[in-house]
């Protein structure tokens, strides 16, 4: 209990602190912020729907891009839901494979997209918002986001979408149609990566193929684990994430690979978070 | 007069295997047994009525109404509820959560020991507590059918005895199917209807008193 609300207060002091920081810190606080919503729009999807996906770079990046393309094209963000839901036809076993190959493909495919000489290896120039505005939006939106999860993962609607998880056969002996409700699950999440993303693309005014590379594939879970499958404890993953990378990359070069090993070795240590309870 | 709930020439095959075979079947208001050895198909059958499985061929009736390619979440809302076998729970949620999908007074009534477990998750309850909600909450949402697979496994005698009254109740306000193996001769003495399969067959289907002879010769 106390080390849950030490989490809790940690979270909201990273949250405020930036603020009354020089500009580098906030923009390195403002993408670990945007890279934590990133983490809760996974984490509803792996807790509340039991579908682990390794490809959640998918909404991120179309999102980014459809955003630095054309910034009304965001509005069909929501629709990048129905990229990574089809994949679920591969089931809940198949479906981390599934998911993270067809975020290598669209990788590949993003360095040869090219939009009015535009684009490419190179990427697109995003809009680029102010940063202290950016930053709060980013606040606001990642305590929306927790708060839209917990109603949801406590309203009867969100007992019944954990009634399908749990098992789908039961659920349907109780008369539950488990379709809607995965789609509305697939829905929730990724439009909440689709936001994360629009943000990380107007935070840096950049996207490039990047935002498919199995660096943000794999983020939301590499920091799941680390926070043991807990919102607040998971937000404080994406941070430690970010800022360890930043500290020791210029003495160890792309040091969050050895984060992400770290993570994929204690992953099979603290697989059993998937099966604990949400604690917000 | 239409019956309630008919089965007409249901046949299943998997893998190349006949799990049922051209079974026709009509059941009314009242206890209905399915009886025969295990591998008999009696569960595939109840499936098959609940929406759960499809059958290869043949019809699914309900009051002359075919609801054949109608999903099981679908059936519910029609009045055909199936209480699965083997302790088939939403294991995360608490006791009283599982019990929100029914009408939750009317399943502590039946099962008062249910309150004191009310917070307990469905993955911490004994085999014959998650037996418990299971039944609770098939009785307490309103059918036209309770389809109950192996109702018996798992609980105490005690309570036994109150799902064989409950039965007995419930029967005079809808159809009940049982597939059982445990108090097969109390369930058998209080049934309106009988029907035995063997091998994916139907070998009787009709009165207790036709059936008894066969059902003693093999089961009892």
């Given amino acids: 209990m106390l080390v849950s609300i030490a989490i809790r207060i940690l979270v909201l002091v990273l949250l405020i602190l930036p603020v009354f920081l020089d500009c580098y810190t906030k923009l390195l606080a403002a993408s670990a912020l945007t890279l934590a919503i990133f983490t809760v729009s996974w984490l509803y999807l792996e807790k509340d729907l039991g579908w682990a996906s390794l490809g959640h770079s998918i909404p991120f990046g179309v999102s980014a891009y459809l955003f630095a393309i054309n910034p009304l094209l965001l509005f069909f963000s929501p629709l990048t839901t129905f990229l990574l839901f089809p994949l679920s036809i591969f089931g809940k076993h198949t479906f981390p494979f599934a998911s993270f190959v067809f975020s290598v493909f669209l990788w590949y495919l993003a360095h040869h997209i090219v939009f009015e000489g535009k684009g490419g290896e190179e990427g697109f120039r995003a809009p680029s918002i102010n940063l202290d505005l950016i930053y709060l939006i980013s606040v606001t939106i990642l305590i929306l986001s927790c708060l839209l999860i917990w109603k949801i993962s406590n309203s009867y609607f969100g007992l019944k979408v954990k009634a399908v998880r749990d098992d789908e056969i039961a659920a349907k002996a109780i008369g539950i149609n488990s379709l809607p409700f995965k789609v509305f699950g697939f829905a929730i999440s990724c439009s909440l990566a689709s936001i994360a993303g629009i943000l990380h693309a107007a935070i840096f005014g950049h996207v490039s193929p990047g935002v498919f590379s199995p660096y943000f594939s794999l983020f939301p879970f590499v920091a799941a684990t680390i926070g043991q499958g807990k919102i607040w404890s998971s937000i404080l993953g994406s941070y430690t994430v970010v800022f360890l990378s930043w500290f020791l990359s210029p003495y160890v070069p792309e040091f969050h690979y050895a984060i992400y090993a770290v993570a994929l070795i204690l992953a099979s240590y603290t697989q059993s978070y998937a099966r604990s309870d949400r604690s917000v | ?220």
Avoid: W
């Fill in chain 2, 1 to 220: 007069m239409v019956k309630l709930l008919e089965a007409v020439e249901i046949s299943l095959t998997m893998n190349s295997k006949k799990i049922l075979d051209s079974v026709n079947l009509c059941f009314d208001r009242g206890i209905n047994l399915i009886a025969g050895p295990n591998g008999s198909g009696k569960t595939t059958l109840l499936k098959i009525l609940a929406g759960l499985l499809r059958p290869s061929s043949g019809k699914i009736l309900l009051d002359g109404l075919d609801i054949t390619m109608k999903k099981a979440h679908e059936r519910v809302k029609l009045g055909i509820i199936m209480a699965p076998e083997r302790m088939k729970l939403p294991l995360s949620l608490t006791v009283d959560e599982n019990l929100r999908f029914c009408d939750r007074n009317r399943a502590y009534e039946y099962f008062p020991e249910l309150k004191k477990i009310s917070e307990k998750k469905a993955r911490d309850l004994s085999g014959g507590e998650r037996q418990m909600v299971i039944l609770a909450r098939a009785f307490a949402k309103n059918s036209k059918y309770l389809l109950l697979d192996e109702p018996f496994q798992g609980l105490h005698e005690k309570i036994k005895e109150r799902i064989i009254k409950l039965l007995e109740e419930e029967g005079r306000k809808r159809g009940i199917l049982v597939v059982t193996h445990d108090e097969l001769e109390k369930i058998f003495s209080m049934s309106d209807y009988i029907c035995v399969l063997t091998n994916g067959k139907l070998l009787y289907a009709g009165e207790k008193e036709g059936g008894e002879k066969i059902l003693k010769k093999f089961f009892i």
